[in-house]
């Protein structure tokens, strides 16, 4: 992680933020949503290594690595399943066709993220299909000034290397740099890492490599074209990833590009339109005996090929956003063959503020895909300022995920696909309070989300095999807390606390009475707590993070991670403990995640 110099931007409010939809651009104090920020100055204190292990500080995110530092994670909201939140960079979406296993292999290193915006709830009215339980939106940096950063790290368990994994101990390193151009008409970000480690266990080694660009180039004050491009190739060893015990030797190597265009335009001082285009591609090397390719080797390649256009206009009695969206997905497979679908969407919004303190959002996605038809997805938000600082809001709404093609057609390895299967439906609502001023900010909220058609992978015995199916109805109520406080600002003593709790009261309706065995219905989170304290001064700064996860069907734990740096002119160097008190856990399947693990950075900054 790039941790650049230790200033007054820790100052950074919540309420400076816009958050990043498509269309309508809502400030963070004015949404009637429940969502969670993570800001760049929360990233630098944060004891993380990868977007997968940050997001496990937002109580109601559900990380489930089986890998560490970004070698694979699936992302889950509010006890939904990973196939059904949707990911995006800079609102391009990112998720995977073939699988959502791969959503979160993302081209973007550390350092070139500004903040990352997590939308509650079905969002298929702002993104349509697949956001059925909620969004994960990574919000890239513009730079501002020109910088360069640069930054070398080193860890290790110092455990032993198990027997049968060569000699030493468990260890990685890593590089990251990255630069910031600027001209009078122009801001240019690029970003490159590597990481690579030994692994933490038998057969667990990853090489990790990201580049990363980013451009804005104005015409003049209120017109720009945006570039955006980056490429990701991660190889690790998946011993027990997705067929335990049996693939002990497998191995899986991803490789992922991103590209996307866009022109930022304003045809008056009312009417704004942004037309994009986006293309993304995944090469998916799937090796169940990395030293013999010929035992169940698949391969896999998917292209996603996007054009839309945004636009809105305002009027003197509210905001109307419009657009039009055109997705295509592609994809090669020697195990499922070669697929492809269309999807095509229209979609409207208006908001405005119907009495005083009163707003409302209310908008519909018109949903066409060449496999299941039409659907629409209505939603509204209101919300009621009770205060400068006291907010009341309410939202409803709904959404699709529609199976993925691994779902449809897999087969092999354990597993069967479905082609019978039919899209997943939700229904949700939710209602809350926020305050926010300079010191501090509380969302409380209460939410009940009902899945039809939910999509579970079920066998009748451990001899079987793993087949999908619709015959379920998962039913969930939720409580969500988030506190974030500044507790003093002086000049050369500043303290800052946050504390996140979200409970789970799941329920399944099971349409078929047989006695099955199921892959993702009984592994919802339950208990969820999430506190940090972190001090800082001139040169010193010092955090601690606390994590508890209790799930329906695991044991829960408690996890402890620290992180000091020390700045020195131009030069920051940094000390973090994870895993602090040397838990043994897991969070999917049967595989044991790292334990103590130290790691040492050196990061410079100009």
């Known amino acids: 992680m790039s941790t650049t110099a230790i200033d007054d931007t820790l100052t950074t409010h919540l309420n400076e933020v816009t958050v990043t939809e498509n269309r309508l651009r809502i400030p963070f104090t004015?949404?009637?949503?429940?969502?969670?920020?993570?800001?760049?100055?929360?990233?630098?204190?944060?004891?993380?290594?990868?977007?997968?292990?940050?997001?496990?500080?937002i109580a109601g995110v559900d990380v489930r690595q089986r890998g560490p530092w970004g070698a694979q994670a699936d992302i889950s909201i509010d006890g939904g399943t990973f196939e059904q939140t949707m990911i995006l960079v800079n609102g391009v979406k990112v998720s995977d066709p073939q699988t959502a296993h791969h959503s979160m292999n993302i081209p973007v290193p550390l350092g070139a993220i500004e903040r990352i915006e997590v939308i509650r709830g079905p969002a298929a009215r702002i993104y349509g299909i697949n956001s059925l339980t909620g969004a994960i939106n990574i919000v890239t940096r513009v730079p501002e000034k020109q910088f360069f950063d640069a930054q070398l790290n080193a860890s290790s368990s110092f455990k032993n290397k198990e027997e049968g994994d060569g000699k030493g101990i468990y260890n990685g390193r890593g590089i990251?740099?990255?630069?910031?151009?600027t001209t009078d008409r122009s801001n240019h970000l690029i970003y490159g890492s590597y990481d690579t480690s030994n692994g933490y266990r038998y057969n667990t080694p990853f090489h990790n490599g990201k580049i990363f660009y980013q451009g804005k180039i104005r015409n003049d004050l209120q017109n720009s074209w945006n570039l955006m491009a980056g490429y990701t190739h991660n190889d690790f060893g998946a011993n027990a990833y997705y067929a335990p015990p049996h693939d002990r030797e497998a191995r899986e190597i991803v490789q992922t590009a991103l590209f996307s265009i866009d022109f930022d335009g304003h045809l008056s001082d009312r009417w704004s339109i942004k037309p994009r285009l986006s293309y993304r591609y995944n090469h998916d090397d799937y090796r169940y005996d990395q030293h013999n390719l010929d035992l169940y080797r698949n391969l896999h390649h998917t292209?996603?090929?996007?054009?839309?256009?945004?636009?809105?206009?305002?009027?003197?009695?509210?905001?109307?956003?419009?657009?039009?969206?055109?997705?295509?997905?592609?994809?090669?497979?020697?195990n499922m063959g070669n697929r492809k679908r269309?999807?095509?969407?229209?979609?409207?919004?208006?908001?405005?503020?119907?009495?005083?303190?009163?707003?409302?959002n209310i908008g519909a996605y018109l949903n066409y895909n060449s496999k299941f038809g039409w659907q629409i997805y209505p939603g509204l938000d209101l919300g009621y300022t009770l205060t400068n600082h006291w907010r009341l809001y309410v939202n409803t709404g709904s959404g699709e995920r529609v199976p993925s093609f691994t779902d449809l057609y897999t087969t092999g390895g354990g597993n069967i696909g479905n082609p019978e299967l039919t899209p997943e439906k939700a229904w949700y609502a939710e209602s809350g309070i926020k305050f926010n001023d300079q010191r501090w900010f509380l969302n409380a909220s209460y939410f009940y989300r009902k899945i039809t058609d939910f999509i579970d992978w079920t066998r009748p015995s451990a001899e079987e095999n793993w087949e999908p199916s619709n015959f379920l109805q998962n039913q969930v109520q939720g409580i969500n807390i988030a506190s974030k406080l500044k507790i003093a600002s002086e000049e050369e003593n500043k303290w800052y606390i946050g504390l996140s709790y979200n409970f789970l009261k799941p329920k399944i309706i099971n349409a078929n009475s047989n006695n099955l065995l199921s892959k993702y219905a009984i592994e919802s989170l339950k208990h969820q707590l999430v506190a940090s304290a972190s001090w800082h001064t001139t040169h010193l700064s010092m955090s601690v993070a606390q994590r508890f996860v209790e799930r329906i069907s695991y044991k829960n734990y408690f996890i402890t991670d620290f992180k000091a740096h020390y700045r020195w002119e131009k030069y920051v160097i940094k000390l973090e403990a994870n895993n602090l008190f040397d838990i043994t856990y897991i969070e999917t399947s049967t595989i044991p995640l790292p334990g103590r693990w130290f790691s040492l950075g050196l990061n410079y900054a100009l």
């Open 30 to 57: 004015e949404q009637n949503r429940n969502i969670d920020i993570l800001t760049k100055e929360d990233i630098k204190q944060l004891p993380a290594h990868s977007i997968n292990e940050l997001l496990s500080y």
């Open 176 to 181: 990251q740099l990255g630069a910031g151009l």
């Open 303 to 334: 292209h996603v090929a996007t054009a839309e256009i945004n636009t809105t206009y305002r009027t003197d009695v509210g905001t109307i956003g419009f657009g039009l969206e055109a997705r295509n997905e592609f994809m090669i497979s020697s």
């Open 342 to 360: 269309g999807n095509y969407g229209v979609y409207a919004e208006y908001k405005t503020a119907i009495i005083n303190r009163l707003a409302a």
